[in-house]
T-cell receptor, first 113, second 114 residues
C-alpha cells in the first residue's frame, strides 16, 4: 500500500534555531516528492518539488533533500522565524494524473520567541 | 490574478441538507481537485478533473458530486449532508511544469454538519 509517514508529529523550537523534518515513503511508482507549508486556517503552499534525479533543492531558508534509494526525504529549516510556525506536509506523486498524490499527515512546527 | 478562490469560507448545515461549495481559478489551469482535511489525517482526494467536461473519482467520493462545465469553475455538491462530512474542504488547481504538476490551493471552506 502506498504510504507517506512524517516525523516528528509536532516540534517546538526557539526562534533562530535550525530544525529538520523527516518524510519516509513507500510509493511505487515514484514520480516526484513535494513539501508544502500550511499556515493555520489557510491552504497548503508549495515549497519544493523534487524528481527522482534531484538530491537537494532549496527555497530560501528551506532545503529539501531526497534519497530515492532509501525512500527518505528531509526538510531543513535554517535560522527559524516565528512565521515558520505551520504544518509541513510531505506529498509523493505516483505519477500520472492528479489522483495519484499520497499525502503525509504533516509535522506541526511551533517556533517560540 | 486572484489564484484559486473558494466560497463560502464557513458553513453550517443540518443533516440532510444539500449545498454547493464553489471553486474558481483564473490561471487557465487544466487540472482541478477537491480535497478534505480532517484532524490527524492527511488531505484526501474527493474528486478531480483533467479538463472541462471530464471528472473522475478520488479516494473518498461518496456523498459528493462534481461537474466541470468551464475551465475556471469546479463546484462540489453535497447531496444530503451527514455529520461525517464535517471537515475543511480545499480546492486546488494544477499546471504541468517540467513533468510535475504544481498545485495551487484555495483558502478552504470549513463545513460543520449538525
Amino acid at each position: 500500500k502506498n504510504q507517506v509517514e512524517q516525523s516528528p508529529q509536532s516540534l517546538i523550537i526557539l526562534e533562530g534555531k535550525n530544525c529538520t523534518l523527516q518524510c519516509n515513503y513507500t510509493v511505487s511508482p515514484f514520480s516526484n516528492l513535494r513539501w508544502y507549508k500550511q499556515d493555520t486556517g489557510r491552504g497548503p503552499v508549495s515549497l519544493t518539488i523534487m524528481t527522482f534525479s534531484e538530491n537537494t533543492k532549496s527555497n530560501g531558508r528551506y532545503t529539501a533533500t531526497l534519497d530515492a534509494d532509501t525512500k527518505q526525504s528531509s526538510l531543513h529549516i535554517t535560522a527559524s522565524q516565528l512565521s515558520d510556525s505551520a504544518s509541513y506536509i510531505c506529498v509523493v506523486s505516483a505519477g500520472g494524473s492528479q489522483g495519484n498524490l499520497i499525502f503525509g499527515k504533516g509535522t506541526k512546527l511551533s517556533v517560540k520567541p | 490574478n486572484a489564484g484559486v478562490t473558494q466560497t463560502p469560507k464557513f458553513q453550517v448545515l443540518k443533516t440532510g441538507q444539500s449545498m454547493t461549495l464553489q471553486c474558481a481559478q483564473d490561471m487557465n489551469h487544466e487540472y482541478m481537485s477537491w480535497y478534505r482535511q480532517d484532524p490527524g489525517m492527511g488531505l484526501r482526494l474527493i474528486h478531480y478533473s483533467v479538463g472541462a467536461g471530464i471528472t473522475d473519482q478520488g479516494e473518498v467520493p461518496n456523498g459528493y458530486n462534481v461537474s466541470r462545465s468551464t475551465t475556471e469553475d469546479f463546484p462540489l455538491r453535497l447531496l444530503s449532508a451527514a455529520p461525517s462530512q464535517t471537515s475543511v474542504y480545499f480546492c486546488a488547481s494544477s499546471i504541468r511544469d517540467r513533468g510535475s504538476y504544481e498545485q495551487y490551493f484555495g483558502p478552504g471552506t470549513r463545513l460543520t454538519v449538525t
